[in-house]
């Protein structure tokens, strides 16, 4: 039984995801204590009993602990990760509506299906855009098309929205499976090609989303960046707004968000999208501070060693390569200093 301290650095929801896939991954049991000691509400929260139930699902893990606020889980894998058909939905943990980030679960359980032996499909309802993690159009555009690199296929269909609080997003995933995983290097970015955006609004007027779109655009266009952002009314159950921005450079992309609150002005909402957007372009660094904490999981599983430069180092990236260190797959340097993170795995 490996024995995972969740309160461990960052001691967030992100120690419990990685030691779940690296679980499932290597039929590994394992046993998390102090769960997300470092957070205002410890324990489990709709999205990580959602994440641990997908991911006990799809190798038919024994589970104790599995309840909302616990802060201890036992998780015994019972066999190598299964493909199929699943459907995961985050108001299944909660009664009544919740806007757990189904990106969270969906991160959770991408890698273990992509290295099952067949292709899976799966559904998943919750939040889909949700501020503190990763949006759906990030994980799209940015995440699965950096994954795509590593040897990763899967594709996602935003079926409707989720914002904060209602949820009641859905997503539908397909996962190719036996893939072999290769390293990345991703040390220099390259010039920028364009930024890309959507400007959102469900069950709200359309001069929101044409407001946030021509604001961005304008910011951008101003600070010498070519942009491209698309104003667009979609289906969701409640209303919400929000600005997705895609930075494509020459070997890298990046995605930064602003949402939609009451008493904030649509070019408010796309300025702090753009501010993110622009401090990161002047880092001059390939890799977000986000995506700098995803990538260690994919890295730790190829069979060539990784290397990035990384924006910022965050304690959520030294958190997560400490906890995959802890399953014996990789060693993991970060550099920070240099701002580098290399990834050698160790099979
Ligand atoms: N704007 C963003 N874009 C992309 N990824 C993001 C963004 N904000 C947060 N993330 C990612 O979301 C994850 C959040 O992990 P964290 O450990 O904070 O867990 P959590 O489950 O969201 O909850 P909590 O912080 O409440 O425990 C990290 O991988 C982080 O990189």
């Known amino acids: 039984m490996i024995d995972i301290d969740g309160s461990y650095g960052e001691g967030g929801g992100q120690v419990l995801r990685s030691s779940l896939s690296l679980a499932a991954i290597t039929g590994a049991p394992i046993r998390i204590t102090r769960i997300r000691a470092g957070r205002k509400k410890p324990g489990l929260a709709a999205q990580h009993l959602t994440a641990v139930r997908a991911a006990a699902r799809i190798c038919h893990a024994q589970l104790r602990g599995d309840a909302l606020g616990s802060m201890m889980l036992e998780f015994i894998p019972g066999s190598s990760v299964q493909a199929g058909t699943y459907t ?48 759906m159009t990030y994980i799209e555009q940015v995440y699965l098309s950096m994954l795509q690199r590593m040897g990763v296929e899967a594709e996602v269909q935003l079926g409707a929205w989720g914002w904060y609080p209602q949820g009641g997003g859905e997503v539908k995933m397909r996962v190719s499976g036996n893939r072999k995983l290769g390293g990345i290097n991703l040390l220099e970015r390259g ?26 655009e304008n910011l951008l266009r101003t600070a010498g960046l070519k942009a491209a952002v698309q104003a667009l009314r979609e289906k969701g159950v409640a209303p919400g707004a929000g600005i997705f921005l895609t930075a494509e450079y020459q070997n890298s992309l990046t995605g930064f968000g602003g949402f939609g609150r009451l008493r904030l002005t649509s070019e408010k909402v796309a300025e702090i999208a753009c501010e993110q957007l622009l401090k990161f372009h002047q880092t001059g660094a390939p890799v977000d501070e986000h995506l700098a904490d995803q990538l260690l999981l994919p890295a730790a599983l190829a069979s060539q060693m990784s290397q990035y430069r990384v924006a910022e180092v965050t304690t959520h990236l030294i958190t997560n390569a400490a906890v995959i260190e802890q399953f014996g797959l990789a060693q993991i340097t970060v550099d920070e200093r240099e701002k580098t993170v290399a990834v050698m795995p160790l099979n």
């Open 191 to 216: 010039d920028l090609q364009q930024v890309r955006g959507l400007a959102v609004a469900t069950e709200l007027p359309s001069n929101i989303p044409q407001r946030m779109a021509s604001r961005a």
């Open 88 to 135: 995961f939905d985050v108001s299944e943990a909660r009664q009544g509506a919740s806007a757990g980030a189904i990106t969270l679960v969906l991160q959770t359980i991408l890698l273990p299906l992509a290295l099952a032996g067949n292709d899976s499909q799966v559904t998943l309802r919750g939040g889909t855009h949700v501020i503190f993690s990763p949006t």
